[in-house]
Nanobody
Framework: QVQVVDSGGGLVQAGDSLRLSCAAS????????MGWFRQAPGKEREFVAA???????????YYSDSVKGRFTGSRDNAKNTVYLQMNSLKPEDTAVYYC???????????????????WGQGTQVTVSP
């Protein structure tokens, strides 16, 4: 069983920045693919970013069109943690943000929630106009 704990949300103004963190348990964290999703009230869960396997020094990131150029995903395998740096926040970014982990090999669409095995509890991000 892998535990995923996401944190770092808060209330900010439009144009501000926030950094979300996600810590996952397990001795093979470097092999995990990590995803970020968000869900706004009354809407379906939406893909935000994916940070896939680290091959010694390389990892790959994927973003939804709505956040590309503003959000940056990264990972620190020594800390079993991934981050989502969110810049130039907009009111439409307001949502509960969830971190998710996939612990086995996969090639495909990282934007599908079904790809991920374990989920965090979510952290609220609120962006005021």
């Amino acid at each position: 069983q892998v535990q995923v704990v996401d944190s770092g949300g808060g209330l900010v103004q439009a144009g501000d920045s926030l950094r979300l963190s996600c810590a996952a348990s397990g001795r093979t964290f470097s092999n995990y693919a990590m995803g970020w999703f968000r869900q706004a009230p009354g809407k379906e869960r939406e893909f935000v970013a994916a940070i896939t396997w680290n091959n010694a020094t390389t990892y790959y990131t994927y973003y939804s069109d709505s956040v590309k150029g503003r959000f940056t995903g990264s990972r620190d395998n020594a800390k079993n943690t991934v981050y989502l740096q969110m810049n130039s926040l907009k009111p439409e970014d307001t949502a509960v943000y969830y971190c998710a982990a996939r612990t086995s090999f996969y090639r495909g669409n990282w934007a599908e929630p079904e790809v991920y095995h374990y989920w965090g509890q979510g952290t609220q991000v609120t962006v005021s106009p």
